[in-house]
């Protein structure tokens, strides 16, 4: 890990360059891109380089996006720039134009503590689920019909009769015999 600093109007931006990065950050539109980069032969520029065209002369990204950024971080072995910013729609719009234009993927990030297990992922709260209660046998009994034995289970907290296998060999039963039902 190796910082460095780039001047950009009044901040001071912390550059940082690691040598390898986890694989959370190769989602699938970095394999894709990269996958294009090498087949279209794009060259890979150098990182200061791109952070002096990038913040000097590049139109593509609003002045109010690149003031809201707070730290890069790059990894030259990987080809990938992780931007941290708390607006960053632009650079995924724009990104095409800017991996032609530097032969880097841009990477958006929220904050600096994503760096260092991967991105940042939205603890959503779970939904509460309702209490299923486990179907339990208390008892089993043997029900003999010619050639066939069904058991019959009494059950505890149990579904639906109609979603049962036990259900279905009673079904299949009676339309095959005329029983008489009870009323």
């Not at 539109?29 to 087949?39: G, H, P, R």
């Not at 003031?67 to 995924?92: A, L």
Request: aromatic share 10%; with cysteine; proline share 4%.
């Amino acid at each position: 890990m190796i910082f460095e600093e780039f001047k950009y109007k009044d901040t001071i931006l912390v550059v940082e360059k690691k040598e390898e990065l986890p694989s959370s950050f190769k989602i699938k539109s970095y394999l894709q891109n990269i996958k294009i980069m090498e087949d279209k032969n794009i060259p890979q520029k150098d990182i200061q380089e791109v952070l002096t065209h990038f913040f000097n002369e590049n139109n593509a990204i609003s002045e109010t996006i690149k003031d809201s950024i707070t730290k890069i971080i790059y990894c030259p072995h990987e080809r990938i720039i992780i931007i941290i910013t708390s607006m960053g729609k632009d650079f995924i719009s724009k990104r095409r134009e800017l991996i032609n234009s530097y032969g880097w993927f841009f990477f958006v990030s929220k904050s600096g503590d994503s760096t260092q297990n991967g991105p940042v992922k939205n603890n959503k709260k779970k939904k509460s689920e309702p209490v299923r209660r486990e179907e339990r046998t208390i008892a089993i009994e043997s029900y003999q019909f010619e050639d066939l034995t069904i058991p019959l289970k009494e059950k505890e907290n149990m579904r639906s009769l109609y979603n049962s296998k036990e259900y279905n060999q009673y079904l299949n039963l009676m339309r095959k015999k005329k029983f008489p039902r009870c009323p």
